[in-house]
């Protein structure tokens, strides 16, 4: 029987520091199709790790989270969409002119990547942003206003915490791409994310793409595993 949500929705993280093991993990799931490559991946290995995904056929989330000022970043979103990747993040807190710089520097790429703007590390809580950013703002509030930013500046959609996920989607609309880390299965640690919930919440909530890694990359069997969170969502 097939799961009633897509595999593709589910991204796993290449969270490995060498090529090597990115491609012993990927060998080992070959029922992923969508892999995210973060930051210390792409230092080691610069766009071999891309190749190698691409010569498989999968999907590919490249998570740079650019922020720096606009021609910058201009010049970094339009190299990187010569990859030919899904997806590419940059920080909203850039402002509303890199945002749009980003925008327009990828518009003439022949597949030009889909830009995700991260509102807030799943990593911070209310209280990270009250007393060490500074930011008189609710956390929800603060999430939505960079998101709305985003989307006013023309990007696909943004990466957020599940908890976020049902006010974006109902403010931002379902064209608007979100995509949730701090997803942990029931049976799985929330390990340095603070603002967790299980697979079948997050999508209950009206998230388009999952990123779970962990629970699956550092299980003793991670086939297994892989298998253990579509019976949790399909229950």
């Known amino acids: 029987?097939?799961?009633?949500?897509?595999?593709?929705?589910?991204?796993?993280?290449?969270?490995?520091?060498?090529?090597?093991?990115?491609?012993?993990?990927?060998?080992?799931?070959?029922?992923?199709?969508?892999?995210?490559?973060?930051?210390e991946l792409f230092v080691s290995t610069g766009s071999d790790i891309l190749q190698f995904l691409q010569d498989k056929e999968k999907r590919i989330f490249l998570d740079l989270k650019f922020h720096d000022i606009p021609n910058t970043v201009a010049g970094a979103c339009r190299s990187a969409s010569k990859y030919g990747v899904d997806l590419l993040t940059l920080h909203a807190t850039m402002g509303r002119k890199a945002l749009q710089g980003a925008v327009e520097a990828i518009s003439i790429a022949e597949k030009p990547p889909k830009l995700l703007a991260i509102t807030l590390l799943t990593s911070l809580n209310s209280r990270d942003l009250a007393f060490d950013l500074k930011i008189p703002l609710?956390?929800?509030?603060?999430?939505?206003?960079?998101?709305?930013?985003?989307?006013?500046?023309?990007?696909?959609?943004?990466?957020?915490?599940?908890?976020?996920?049902?006010?974006?989607?109902?403010?931002?609309?379902?064209?608007?791409?979100?995509?949730?880390?701090?997803?942990?299965?029931?049976?799985?640690?929330?390990?340095?994310?603070?603002?967790?919930?299980?697979?079948?919440?997050?999508?209950?909530?009206?998230?388009?793409?999952?990123?779970?890694?962990?629970?699956?990359?550092q299980a003793e069997n991670p086939v297994e595993a892989w298998s253990k969170i579509f019976a949790e969502i399909d229950r």
């Open 1 to 39: 029987m097939l799961s009633k949500i897509n595999h593709q929705r589910i991204i796993v993280p290449l969270d490995v520091p060498n090529l090597e093991d990115a491609i012993d993990l990927v060998n080992k799931l070959p029922q992923v199709t969508f892999w995210k490559v973060g930051l």
């Open 138 to 217: 609710e956390l929800p509030e603060y999430a939505l206003q960079m998101a709305l930013l985003a989307k006013e500046s023309g990007i696909n959609g943004a990466v957020c915490s599940p908890h976020e996920v049902s006010q974006l989607r109902q403010v931002c609309g379902d064209d608007f791409l979100l995509v949730c880390p701090g997803v942990r299965p029931s049976w799985a640690a929330a390990g340095d994310q603070k603002r967790v919930m299980t697979p079948a919440q997050a999508i209950a909530a009206g998230a388009d793409y999952l990123v779970i890694g962990r629970p699956i990359t």
